[in-house]
């Protein structure tokens, strides 16, 4: 992977300098979804649930977490598991070292799971952990035997590192809470998408609605720029539960908001695997969010 010098011709935005996929790094023949949203809103609690609702549905699943923090699969695994730019800096970054059982541990029902992290704070580049743990997961012939890889994606980045994932992804998904400030972050989201869509097959999939009893502003905000809403998960204290408990929602005791949260995420996998419209979105620029959402 290397940056672009000199831009190609249709560019991912005025000013960009991004990191260029290498085709021979391509995921292949698995749906890949990448998940972002605002810092904080459930991406990681999203994404795990995902999973397992996609593995009890007999798919094969690999959930990739690209946050330095690397506590996007701690419920799918119990415990937070070394990064990919841990174990490569054991071994001197000779990648030909490393073994896949170094770096990708298996989680509930058989979801694979793998911890990109992040370069240290303020020197280097998200693109470059996340190119390079795709190049390992291809060296070590991994991908081949997967159906659904998930990407989850550290907070409302949206610069051309974070927003790596997106040149291997085929659809993305942003999950947003019924409030300003997740709603701003999602628009700057739907832009790096569209930014993103002019040069690889990524389109947007829609909304996941989280922690949110109700969903007017995000369905108005929606149907002003184009957007669906895929799912709905209220701010229910059985999710809350579960991330203290680390596990899923499909390992927590049966209770009727239980069981209605894991058919929801039942649901949302089988219409994500039968495949979605690719949504053509329009974000708004910043001052006009503001006087879209702003306050009376």
């Not at 541990?105 to 990109?116: D, I, L, S």
């Not at 990407?151 to 809470?177: N, S, T, Y």
């Not at 400030?181 to 996941?208: E, P």
């Amino acid at each position: 992977m290397a940056l672009l010098d000199p831009p190609i011709r249709q560019s991912d935005g005025e000013g960009s300098v991004q990191v260029r996929l290498d085709p021979a790094d391509r995921i292949g023949t698995a749906k890949v979804f990448a998940v972002y949203g605002k810092g904080g809103i459930g991406k990681s609690t999203t994404s795990s649930n995902l999973s397992a609702a996609f593995s009890m549905l007999g798919h094969r699943v690999l959930q990739i977490g690209c946050d330095p923090k690397h506590d996007s699969t701690f419920t799918l695994t119990k415990k937070l598991m070394p990064t990919v730019i841990d174990v490569l800096e054991t071994v001197e970054f000779h990648a030909e070292e490393l073994r896949p059982e170094d770096y990708m541990f298996e989680g509930f029902n058989g979801v694979m799971c793998v911890e990109a992290g992040g370069p240290p704070a303020g020197t280097g580049c998200g693109g470059y952990v996340v190119g390079q743990t795709v190049k390992l997961l291809k060296q070590h012939h991994l991908l081949e035997d997967t159906d659904v890889v998930i990407f989850d994606v550290l907070g409302d980045v949206v610069c051309g590192g974070f927003a790596a994932p997106l040149q291997h992804a085929e659809r993305a998904i942003v999950v947003a809470a019924n409030d300003f400030d997740s709603i701003f972050a999602m628009n700057r989201i739907v832009a790096a998408i569209n930014a993103k869509s002019r040069n690889y097959d990524v389109r947007l999939a829609g909304v996941v609605a989280n922690r949110s009893a109700a969903t007017d502003e995000i369905d108005r905000f929606n149907a002003a720029i184009g957007l669906k809403r895929l799912a709905h998960f209220k701010d229910l204290d059985a999710i809350r539960r579960s991330r203290l408990k680390k596990c899923t929602l499909f390992e927590m005791p049966d209770s009727p908001e239980v069981m209605a949260a894991r058919e929801e995420y039942l649901n949302l996998a089988r219409m994500l695997w039968a495949g979605t419209d690719p949504l053509e979105a329009t974000a708004m620029k910043d001052r006009d969010i503001f006087d879209f959402l702003g306050f009376e």
